[in-house]
């Protein structure tokens, strides 16, 4: 299923930090591609420096090298279609929840989920040698902040196998997204991570449900927005 938008009419400002986090993404995804069209070797030589390898983390944790890479890793991605799927994800879900949290909240709320996603996947997997990437974890965690304060929210979604665009609530839509995920997780840990594609399945469920505590406990710390 693809969001192509929600119909929430509630927010009152403009998503400036949303619009700053796209921009962080999109400039060093434009910086990769400069990388490779200089020299692929030195974009690869990048990505080793800045993904988290949860293996090397673990075995080399007193680098202080390494540890940035739990921040590093949100802002590299793989491709076009990474980084432009995250980024339209974001750009949907992440107005309304910056709206309820205001700018520098919804940063940090944002940088903590995907603190947490790379945790849950370092500690489903610490001994993975594959490079993990991209900003599908904290993105996941603002996607459960979602689900938390606008449940019944309508996403006009993109699900070309039943029909072509459909009205969904949020509650529904989300509930299938991470179904998909934590089941994807299991399926990889049954199979191995090369199996699943390499995808961090576990990041994502991670950062979801750390997404849904934090935004419950801000909310009872009075630091949410009312409608």
């Known amino acids: ?4 938008w929600d119909e929430n009419s509630a927010r009152r400002s403009p998503p ?19 990388l490779a069209m200089q020299d692929p070797s030195v974009l690869e030589a990048f990505i080793r420096t800045h993904a988290l390898v949860p293996g090397r983390l673990v075995a080399d944790r007193d680098q202080a090298g390494e540890w940035k890479t739990l921040f590093t890793h949100m802002f590299i991605h793989g491709g076009l279609a990474h980084v432009a799927g995250n980024c339209w994800f974001l750009w949907i879900f992440g107005r309304s929840v910056e709206d309820r949290l205001g700018a520098m909240k ?15 996947q370092i500690a489903v997997d610490p001994g993975s040698a594959l490079p993990m990437l991209g900003a599908s974890g904290a ?16 996403i006009v979604t993109l699900v070309p196998w039943i029909v072509p665009i459909i009205p969904v609530p949020a509650f529904l ?7 998909f995920q934590a089941l994807n997780g299991v399926g990889s840990m049954l199979s191995g991570a090369d199996a699943a594609g390499g995808v961090a399945w576990w ?10 505590a934090l935004i419950a406990w801000a909310k009872g710390m009075g630091w949410v927005r009312r409608s």
Request: aromatic fraction near 16%.
């Open 16 to 34: 400036v930090a949303t619009v700053l986090i796209i921009a962080a993404n999109l400039g060093v995804f434009v910086h990769e591609v400069m």
């Open 1 to 4: 299923m693809l969001p192509l």
């Open 203 to 212: 990041a994502h469920a991670g950062g979801f449900t750390a997404g849904m």
């Open 106 to 120: 919804f940063i940090l709320f944002y940088l903590v989920c995907g603190l947490a996603a790379a945790g849950l």
């Open 139 to 154: 993105i996941s965690g603002v996607l459960g902040a979602y689900l938390i304060m606008f449940p019944t929210a309508w």
């Open 173 to 179: 839509f989300l509930f299938v997204w991470f179904a």
